[in-house]
């Protein structure tokens, strides 16, 4: 999930053993939006031999606009995005958008073919805070270790793709979360985040913080 023009202080702080992830996700979580906009997403996961399935919902207002999202993600076991379906609500209408990989780092969105969307293994929501696990999970970088994240990135409001071109670098663990610097040049955006155990953000400043 992203904001446009809100950057937060990135640095580093070292820890003389840096943590892992645990296998899987929590099957349950739940953040709290504010700043950017003021709203709340829970989030329910499912574990299956092949991967999980992770099914949300976001309310919100913002910039004077309310929007309603329900998402089905399901994700392999290395994190990859398989597939996604997104409803949407707002004053403009009833809006649904799926995306599907026809192999990995291609997409179809709808039934078509994507071609801008070549190369990205994740799919990003603009009403989540939670598919920021998917990238750090999937990465398993070590601490000084970065790498391209490119997204297939879906609006809040009108439900369109784009996508989005991000960055991550994991710096040295806060105690027992691990953390990661994160841009998004496109949206002039910088920011570092928190994550559990379990790779799902904690504290995405002037975004969301997680409550469960």
């Keep these: 999930m992203m904001a446009v023009g809100h950057t937060q ?41 092949d991967g999980f399935r992770i099914e949300g919902h ?11 999202i329900r998402y089905s993600i399901v994700v392999e076991r290395d994190f990859r995005t398989r597939r996604a379906t997104v ?35 994740d799919v ?8 920021n696990a998917f990238p750090v999970r999937r990465l398993g970088l070590d601490v000084g270790q970065e790498a391209e994240a490119p997204a297939a990135y879906v609006r809040a409001l009108d439900l369109r793709v784009e996508r989005l071109e ?16 994160y841009v998004a040049p496109a949206f002039d955006f910088a920011c570092d985040l928190v994550y559990d155990d379990h790779g ?7 975004i969301a913080v997680r409550v469960k």
């Design 124 to 131: 990003d929501l603009e009403s989540s805070a939670f598919t």
């Design 58 to 68: 976001t309310t919100a207002v913002e910039a004077g606009a309310s929007w309603a």
């Design 9 to 49: 202080a990135m640095g580093s702080m070292t820890d003389i053993s840096p943590r892992r992830f645990t296998n899987d996700l929590p099957p349950v979580a739940a953040f709290r939006h504010r700043t950017a906009r003021e709203g709340f997403e829970v989030v329910f996961v499912e574990a299956r031999d």
């Design 166 to 181: 991000q960055r991550y670098r994991r710096i040295g663990d806060a105690g027992q979360h691990q953390r990661y610097a």
């Design 200 to 206: 799902v953000v904690l504290d995405y400043p002037g």
């Design 87 to 121: 409803n949407g609500l707002s004053r403009t209408g009833i809006r649904e958008v799926m995306l599907e990989a026809s192999r990995p780092g291609a997409w179809l969105v709808n039934g078509a073919p994507m071609p801008h969307l070549d190369g990205c293994l």
